[in-house]
């Protein structure tokens, strides 16, 4: 049998191969990794459903496969046997078949333009309330509404008399015309809702390719395809570029004192096997600021014109990694301890790096933090995570003249740059978030880093 790519759930049709795990020759079993496949932001491994001996492998890195390609031919061995026999009328219907469906579904490529309409138009049923009367044996009507009739091309025996007898006036016969035009307008309306599956899909969203370009014309030039992580990284970045008017408000916060904690800390951490960075610190901070500011916490449901404000804390944190940008979430951060924080983001990042990130963990989160520190840099503008209206940028502290009680003293000063969706939020609302961060940031509790 052919064993085919099976559906890769939430609207995923294809992906890039990047390993194949057998060859020719090589036994399989049910639950055997077949290859690994990357869609989206993450790698999947698809496993075998079927026991057998492979015959041929269809695919190789770095090829695109699409649902329902073939991946291999598998010689199927002992009970796979009988489902290739053709079923009988008196066998039971068995749970998964394994035999050819019997006439296959016709697919575009073979059905005919000519005999296949793209789209069927619905039937006069659907009209609901409006319907057309019964045909009437012998209409009783007048010579000039049966000559008025006759130039309107309509049929009297469809039309409904009110005068006794069922006698049919010229104001029954306006009324039917009326009827017939309301009929026409909702069965154009059906029609055009019946056709729309059958228009052709959206091109995806993304900006206009620009001309193109001889650059070997001034030097040599060398070429790389774009992965398929880094369209994706892209086309969404762009599309959340487009649909958010992004604003950044700026500012700086003293971390001495979360730098004196995290050195007074980090062995006691260190004997738990996790090291204490000061991202756990980041996450608490910027949890207890949305708990105050909890328009920072939600989404724009656009269609239903409605904010939806989530009463869950789930932290994107961004990780560079060599393949691209990812975003693990890291799920109800406010009933975490520092300590199971910390090990969760060197957990998430860890995974993160070697590409093993399920899918269902980059999704769901309600704000992103951009930690920068580590790289260098200071001030950036950050680029919301749509579906969620802000985002924070952190960038490298450094140590700064800060006048403090009208003392000139060094301190540990971080940039920040906190991007918002301006439909959602306001300056002033943005202002005020950024302040009471500063301040839970500038007197973080030393009974929460205390294990």
Same mark, same amino acid.
């Given at each position: 049998?052919?064993?085919?790519?099976?559906?890769?759930?939430?609207?995923?049709?294809?992906?890039?191969?990047?390993?194949?795990?057998?060859?020719?020759?090589?036994?399989?079993? &049910?639950?055997?990794?077949?290859?690994?496949?990357?869609?989206?932001?993450?790698?999947?491994?698809?496993?075998?459903?079927?026991?057998?001996?492979?015959?041929?492998?269809?695919?190789?890195?770095?090829?695109?496969?699409?649902?329902?390609?073939?991946?291999?031919?598998?010689?199927?061995?002992?009970?796979?046997?009988?489902?290739?026999?053709?079923?009988?009328?008196?066998?039971? %219907?068995?749970?998964?078949?394994?035999?050819?469906?019997?006439?296959?579904?016709?697919?575009?490529?073979?059905?005919? &333009?000519?005999?296949?309409?793209?789209?069927?138009?619905?039937?006069?049923?659907?009209?609901?309330?409006?319907?057309?009367?019964?045909?009437?044996?012998?209409?009783?009507?007048?010579?000039?509404? *049966?000559?008025?009739?006759?130039?309107?091309?309509?049929?009297?025996?469809?039309?409904?008399?009110?005068?006794?007898?069922?006698?049919?006036?010229?104001?029954?016969?306006?009324?039917?015309?009326?009827?017939?035009?309301?009929?026409?307008?909702?069965?154009?309306?059906?029609?055009?809702?019946?056709?729309?599956?059958?228009?052709?899909?959206?091109?995806?969203?993304?900006?206009?390719?620009?001309?193109?370009?001889?650059?070997?014309?001034?030097?040599?030039?060398?070429?790389?395809?774009?992965?398929?992580?880094?369209?994706?990284?892209?086309? *969404?970045?762009?599309?959340?570029?487009?649909?958010?008017?992004?604003?950044?408000?700026?500012?700086?916060?003293?971390?001495?004192?979360?730098?004196?904690?995290?050195?007074?800390?980090?062995?006691?951490?260190?004997?738990?096997?996790?090291?204490?960075?000061?991202?756990?610190?980041?996450?608490?901070?910027?949890?207890?600021?949305?708990?105050?500011?909890?328009?920072?916490?939600?989404?724009?449901?656009?269609?239903?014109?409605?904010?939806?404000?989530?009463?869950?804390?789930?932290?994107?944190?961004?990780?560079?990694?060599?393949?691209?940008?990812?975003?693990?979430?890291?799920?109800?951060?406010?009933?975490?301890?520092?300590?199971?924080?910390?090990? @969760?983001?060197?957990?998430?990042?860890?995974?993160?790096?070697?590409?093993?990130?399920?899918?269902?963990?980059?999704?769901?989160?309600?704000?992103?933090?951009?930690?920068?520190?580590?790289?260098?840099?200071?001030?950036?503008?950050?680029?919301?995570?749509?579906? @969620?209206?802000?985002?924070?940028?952190?960038?490298?502290?450094?140590?700064?003249?800060?006048?403090?009680?009208?003392?000139?003293?060094?301190?540990?000063?971080?940039?920040?740059?906190?991007?918002?969706?301006? %439909?959602?939020?306001?300056?002033?609302?943005?202002?005020?978030?950024?302040?009471?961060?500063?301040?839970?940031?500038?007197?973080?509790?030393?009974?929460?880093? %205390?294990?």
């Amino acid at each position: 049998m052919d064993i085919k790519l099976p559906p890769l759930g939430e609207g995923a049709d294809s992906g890039v191969v990047v390993s194949v795990f057998v060859k020719p020759g090589d036994t399989i079993s &049910p639950g055997q990794p077949l290859l690994e496949l990357e869609n989206e932001k993450a790698i999947a491994t698809i496993p075998a459903e079927h026991a057998g001996t492979v015959a041929e492998v269809y695919v190789k890195p770095g090829e695109k496969l699409a649902v329902g390609q073939r991946i291999l031919r598998l010689q199927t061995t002992g009970a796979a046997a009988p489902a290739s026999a053709p079923p009988s009328a008196a066998t039971p %219907r068995t749970p998964k078949p394994e035999a050819p469906p019997a006439p296959p579904r016709p697919t575009p490529a073979a059905a005919s &333009p000519v005999t296949t309409p793209a789209a069927p138009l619905p039937p006069v049923e659907e009209l609901e309330e409006e319907e057309i009367p019964a045909p009437v044996a012998a209409p009783v009507a007048p010579p000039s509404v *049966r000559r008025l009739a006759r130039e309107l091309g309509i049929d009297l025996s469809r039309v409904r008399g009110t005068d006794p007898g069922g006698r049919i006036t010229r104001q029954d016969l306006r009324n039917y015309i009326q009827r017939l035009q309301t009929l026409a307008v909702k069965y154009k309306e059906l029609a055009a809702r019946a056709a729309a599956p059958a228009a052709a899909p959206a091109q995806p969203a993304g900006p206009p390719p620009a001309e193109p370009v001889d650059f070997s014309k001034w030097g040599p030039v060398r070429r790389e395809p774009l992965s398929t992580l880094r369209e994706v990284i892209a086309r *969404r970045l762009w599309e959340s570029w487009e649909a958010i008017p992004h604003v950044t408000q700026f500012d700086e916060a003293d971390f001495t004192r979360i730098n004196e904690l995290r050195k007074q800390f980090a062995p006691a951490y260190e004997q738990k096997g996790v090291k204490l960075t000061v991202t756990p610190f980041l996450i608490r901070a910027v949890v207890d600021t949305l708990k105050k500011h909890p328009v920072f916490n939600s989404s724009l449901d656009e269609q239903a014109r409605e904010l939806v404000i989530k009463e869950y804390f789930h932290i994107g944190l961004a990780v560079d990694t060599e393949h691209g940008l990812l975003v693990p979430v890291v799920r109800d951060a406010d009933r975490k301890s520092l300590l199971d924080l910390a090990k @969760e983001i060197e957990s998430l990042a860890q995974r993160a790096r070697e590409r093993k990130l399920a899918r269902e963990e980059m999704q769901g989160g309600s704000f992103t933090i951009s930690n920068q520190g580590a790289i260098g840099g200071a001030h950036f503008t950050p680029i919301i995570n749509r579906p @969620e209206v802000a985002i924070l940028g952190v960038g490298r502290g450094s140590l700064k003249p800060v006048v403090r009680d009208g003392q000139v003293t060094p301190r540990l000063m971080v940039p920040l740059a906190l991007s918002y969706d301006h %439909r959602v939020i306001d300056g002033g609302s943005a202002a005020r978030f950024i302040v009471d961060l500063v301040r839970a940031l500038e007197n973080f509790p030393e009974e929460a880093v %205390r294990l």
